[in-house]
């Protein structure tokens, strides 16, 4: 089966805390994509990355950064020195069946970092 | 200018009822869908549209009818509505989901008393 997992449903931090959010993934494809969405409590969904399967390079924008590993099938995304406006749900997907319009999405890791 | 809309943002209606959810995309997108999120959050695909042509229908009741007047526009009817529907539902539009991923309405919630 084609899916996205996100073991953590729930992270809780101070803030100034590092966090990371695991992704794992399952798929038939030898091409594919993964993103990860950021869902704050004001509930729009925002787009924050993609990866291709064929790029493994790790991947940092300001204070996120992202883990990509083909051999255990995961998207890692860290958040260092996290602030209270990262609470959010963040939610791992990827695309499926090499219908690159369509994405299958983890359930989400709520994060709620603590002032 | 907001991206993508979808009105309303609320709806609250009863059982039975015929409601209908709008969404308009100013991007140039040429697909369009629409997901819904349950109450755990759960995002899964129902529909999408490529240039007012039908390219996804996942395994939703035929009481969900999508309807694309031209590419900038996707509605959602829903005709007897149930308990089961209250959801967030999205929108969301794109040009190349491999480069720029989706962009998603503010969602719609919808609840079923």
């Known amino acids: 089966a084609q899916k996205v997992t996100q073991a953590q449903t729930e992270i809780s931090v101070v803030e100034k805390e590092d966090v990371t959010l695991d992704c794992v993934y399952e798929?038939?494809?030898?091409?594919?994509?993964l993103f990860w969405y950021k869902q704050p409590p004001s509930g729009e969904l925002v787009f924050l990355i993609r990866?291709?399967?064929?790029?493994?390079q790790n991947e940092i924008s300001g204070r996120y950064s992202w883990n990509f590993q083909k051999s255990t099938s995961s998207f890692n995304f860290t958040i260092t020195a996290s602030q209270v406006v990262d609470s959010a749900v963040y939610f791992c997907?990827?695309?499926?069946?090499?219908?690159?319009?369509?994405?299958?999405f983890g359930t989400g890791t709520l994060l709620a970092v603590q002032p | 200018d907001t991206a993508v809309s979808q009105t309303p943002k609320y709806l609250v209606t009863q059982m039975g009822n015929d409601k209908s959810i709008k969404c308009e995309q100013n991007?140039?997108?040429?697909?369009m869908y629409w997901y819904k999120q349950d109450s755990k959050k759960f995002l899964k695909i129902m529909f999408s549209?490529?240039?007012?042509?039908?390219?996804i229908n996942e395994t939703v009741p035929n009481r969900f009818s999508p309807k694309s007047p031209d590419k900038a526009h996707l509605n959602l009817h829903i005709n007897s509505l149930e308990l089961g529907d209250s959801a967030v539902y999205f929108c969301?539009?794109?040009?190349?989901?491999?480069?720029?991923?989706?962009?998603f309405g503010s969602g719609t919630r919808l609840t079923v008393v």
């Open positions: 997907a990827s695309t499926i069946g090499g219908a690159t319009n369509k994405l299958i």
């Open positions: 798929t038939r494809d030898t091409t594919y994509y």
């Open positions: 990866r291709n399967s064929f790029d493994e």
């Open positions: 991007l140039g997108h040429d697909t």
């Open positions: 549209y490529n240039n007012k042509e039908l390219i």
């Open positions: 969301a539009s794109s040009q190349d989901p491999v480069i720029y991923g989706y962009t």
